[in-house]
C-alpha cells in the first residue's frame, strides 16, 4: 500500500488490493467512476444480470471461490445459451461490515481463474455494505452477429427437444448439501457449487429457440412452449443422467427434472440442422442429447415415463415469490 | 392475467405486472434471458454499476417511488460526468418476502416517470427474495464519442475547478431525515431522495478531469488530485450553497464539504474552456461555479475558509468498511 493509498477509507484499499487484479481494458483499473469500451464493431451486445444472495442461491459455508465463480458462470450460461461471446462483467459486492479481509481474497481468485477460463474480464464494480446477507449481482455483456440471438419464441412443432450436458446434477448437489444424499465422489456438489457454462457452439445457425435450464428444466422448457405457442413432448428414458444421478436410484428422477442449478442448454432444433448441433457439439467436447420435440396443441409439457407412460410432474420450478 | 401467467409461479407475474412495462427496445420484453441491443455505431460504451441497500443508503420508510429513481439517477450522474449520454439499464431487486405488491407498484411507477425524464428504458433485470434489508444494483449503459470521456487524472496546475448546482443539500437532507436538521419547506429532504444528475454538458470538450460528487466533494476532489499528481486549493466562500443550506447556518459547512449525496458534477477546466463551459452550462439551465484551481504540489486538498485562512477538514469521506 502506497502512502497515498493509506490516507483513503479502507474500501478503496479492499478495492485495490483484490479487484483490480481483475480489470481488464476500459475498466480505467477502477479508479474512475465508469468503464469505456469501443464495442465490436458490427456485433449486437447480449446483456444479462443476475444477483445471488446468501441463504437462497448460496450455502453459507460454501467457500467464497466457488461463490464468485457460480455467479460468473450462471451468467456465461445465459450468453452461452445465445450463441454469444462473452466480454466482460460488472459487479455489486454488498457484505456485511467486519467481512474478513481472507473472503475477498478467496472471492476475487475464483473470479480470477474463471476470467482465464472463459476470456472475460472486470470492467466495474460497487462494493457496498449490508446489515444483511452477502448480497451480489453481476451484469455480463458479450456479442454476437446482428440478430444471431435465439428468442423462446421461435420452437415449431417438428423441430427437437436438445440438451446439453446432464441434467439434475445441480438440484442433487443441493440435496447433498443439504445432508440429504450421499455423494462419495463429491461429484453432485461440485456440480452444484460450479456450473458449467456451455459456450462454443454456434447456437444462432442451429436451434430456433434456446434458453439455459436454470429453474428446472420442465418450467424452462414450458416457457419456451408458452412463447412458442407450442406443446412439448420428452422422455424420462432419454434424459442424459450422469452415473452419479442415476445411481440415486428413481426417486430422485423427478428432482432432476424439475430441480433448479442445471445450466444446460435447451434447444429446439429443426430436424434438418440436428446433424449441425451433433457435429459442432463434437468440435467443442460438449454432449447433446435429443430428449423428445415439440408437438402441435396447447403450451405444456408431457413427460413420459421410462414404462412408457405419462408422468405426472409440476410444472412449477423455482419462484422467489 | 392471462390462463397461461396464472399456472407461472408469482415471480413470473410480478415482473409482467410491474417492470415489463419498464423495458425498452432489445429487452425482449424481460421474457427472454437476455437483452439484446445494436450500440450506436461509432461511438464508446459507458458502463457503470452501483448498489444501494436498505438502512445503508436509503432509510427503511423512504418512499418506493424515489429509492428506484435514486438509484437510476445516481448512475446516470456518473454518466453525466463522463458526458456521456445514457441509453438503458439492467438492475437487480433483492426484497424481503412478502414484500407488497404495493412497493413494487411504487418502486416501478417512480423509474417510469424518471425513464421519461431522462430518456432511457429497462433492458433487464433479476428478482430475488432476500432474508436481509432490500438491495438493489443498477447497471446504466450509456454512449460517448470515441475518446470523449474523461477520466480522473488530467487535472493539471492552473485549471479551474467547477462544481454544478449547489453543494451540502444531499448530506443537509439526510440530517433531516435522522431528524438533526429543520427543514420547513422540504427541499433538502428531496434532495437527498432525488439527485439531479447534470446530464446534457459536452464534457468531453470542456473538462481535462470529471467525476460527480458522491462521496463528499473534498474527498472526491482528493481523488482527482491524487489521479492527477496536483494539489487542489477551493474556497468556501465561493461554494455553491442553496438559500436552505445557507439558512443551516455555519456549523454545517463542514458537513456540505465533506457529506455525501451531493451527485453534481466536479469538473477540471483548463483557463481558456471556462468560457465554453460557462456558455454550455446556460443552454443546459445547469448552474456552473468555479470553486478554486489546481495547485503545483503533492495531491492534497486545501480549504480557505471564509476568513481567509485554511480550514481543517477531514479528507475522509464515507467509506463501507
Redesign the interface.
Known amino acids: 500500500m502506497t502512502e497515498?493509498d493509506s490516507?483513503l477509507?479502507?474500501?478503496?484499499a479492499?478495492i485495490a488490493r483484490h479487484f483490480r487484479p481483475l480489470a481488464g481494458p476500459?475498466a480505467?483499473d477502477l479508479?474512475?467512476?465508469?468503464?469505456?469500451?469501443?464495442?465490436p464493431?458490427g456485433r449486437?451486445?447480449?446483456?444479462?444480470?443476475?444477483?445471488?444472495?446468501g441463504?437462497?442461491?448460496f450455502l453459507p459455508d460454501d467457500p467464497p471461490e466457488t461463490i464468485g465463480r457460480k455467479l460468473l458462470r450462471v451468467n456465461l450460461s445465459?450468453?452461452a445459451?445465445?450463441g454469444?461471446t462473452p466480454l466482460g462483467y460488472?459487479?455489486?459486492v454488498?457484505v456485511p461490515?467486519g467481512t474478513p479481509d481472507g473472503w475477498f481474497a478467496g472471492f476475487a481468485a475464483g473470479l480470477a481463474q474463471d476470467q482465464q477460463e472463459f476470456g472475460v474480464t472486470l470492467?466495474?464494480?460497487?462494493?457496498?455494505?449490508?446489515?444483511?446477507?452477502i448480497?451480489l449481482?453481476l451484469?455480463l455483456?458479450g456479442h454476437?452477429a446482428?440478430g444471431g440471438?435465439p428468442?423462446?419464441a421461435g420452437a415449431r412443432a417438428g423441430h427437437g427437444i436438445w440438451v446439453t450436458g446432464t441434467i439434475g446434477d445441480g438440484a442433487l448437489g443441493l440435496a447433498v448439501a443439504q445432508g440429504k444424499l450421499a455423494d462419495p465422489t463429491g461429484y453432485l456438489l461440485d456440480r452444484y457449487r460450479l456450473p458449467r457454462p456451455r459456450l462454443g457452439l454456434p447456437i444462432g445457425e442451429i436451434a430456433s429457440a434456446s434458453?439455459?435450464v436454470s429453474d428446472g428444466l420442465v418450467q424452462d422448457l414450458?416457457?419456451i412452449c408458452?412463447?412458442s405457442g407450442v406443446a412439448a413432448r420428452i422422455e424420462a428414458a432419454l434424459m442424459p443422467l450422469s452415473p452419479q444421478a442415476r445411481g440415486a436410484g428413481p426417486a430422485w428422477l423427478a428432482t432432476c427434472l424439475t430441480g433448479g442449478d442445471d445450466y444446460e442448454l435447451l434447444l429446439a432444433v429443426p430436424p434438418g440442422r440436428e446433424p449441425a448441433l451433433i457435429a459442432a457439439a463434437a468440435r467443442a467436447a460438449i454432449q447433446v442429447t435429443r430428449i423428445g420435440g415439440f408437438v402441435p396443441g396447447a403450451?405444456s409439457v408431457d413427460v413420459i415415463g421410462p414404462d412408457g407412460l405419462p408422468l405426472r410432474i409440476s410444472?412449477?420450478?423455482?419462484?422467489?415469490?
Open positions: 497515498a490516507a477509507p479502507a474500501e478503496f479492499l476500459g480505467r479508479i474512475d467512476d465508469v468503464a469505456v469500451i469501443a464495442p464493431p449486437d451486445l447480449v446483456l444479462k444480470v443476475d444477483a445471488i444472495v441463504g437462497v442461491h445465459d450468453i445459451a445465445k454469444a460488472l459487479i455489486s454488498s461490515r470492467l466495474g464494480g460497487d462494493t457496498t455494505s449490508t446489515p444483511g446477507p448480497n449481482s451484469t455483456i454476437v446482428p440471438a428468442s423462446r434458453m439455459d414450458s416457457h408458452r412463447a403450451p410444472t412449477a420450478g423455482w419462484s422467489h415469490f
